[in-house]
Nanobody, 128 residues
Framework: QVQLVESGGGLVQAGGSLRLSCAAS????????LGWFRQAPGKERTIVAA????????YYVASVKGRFTISRDNAKNTAYLHVNSLKPEDTAVYYC?????????????????????WGQGTQVTVSS
């Protein structure tokens, strides 16, 4: 089992940047595909970005392409989401999620039900 803890959220003006971190403990980070999701008030939780456990393949939802970058450092058991050119509509709680992938080093996952482990979330608020 793996435990996930997000950090790095905060209040930022439109156009600003943040680096969100997801620290894992409990088991080795390797062999876990990761995803970042977000949930705005009154809305469903949706995928933002995903990365394979090898780090070689990534996915971004269209609304964040070119602005957000997902990465991971397996040696540090940490994943990151660099969020740039922030917009007020990016305001949400951002969650990190993990899924054990035994044989698919290059696979990423985009569905909420694809993931077994979740962090508690970190709030990102973008002011206009």
């Amino acid at each position: 089992q793996v435990q996930l803890v997000e950090s790095g959220g905060g209040l930022v003006q439109a156009g600003g940047s943040l680096r969100l971190s997801c620290a894992a403990s409990g088991r080795t980070f390797t062999s876990y595909a990761l995803g970042w999701f977000r949930q705005a008030p009154g809305k469903e939780r949706t995928i933002v970005a995903a990365i394979s456990w090898s780090g070689g393949n990534t996915y971004y939802v269209a609304s964040v392409k070119g602005r957000f970058t997902i990465s991971r450092d397996n040696a540090k058991n940490t994943a990151y989401l660099h969020v740039n050119s922030l917009k007020p509509e990016d305001t949400a709680v951002y969650y990190c999620a993990a899924r054990r992938t035994y044989y698919s080093a290059g696979s990423y996952y985009t569905g909420i039900d694809d993931y077994n482990y979740w962090g508690q979330g970190t709030q990102v608020t973008v002011s206009s």
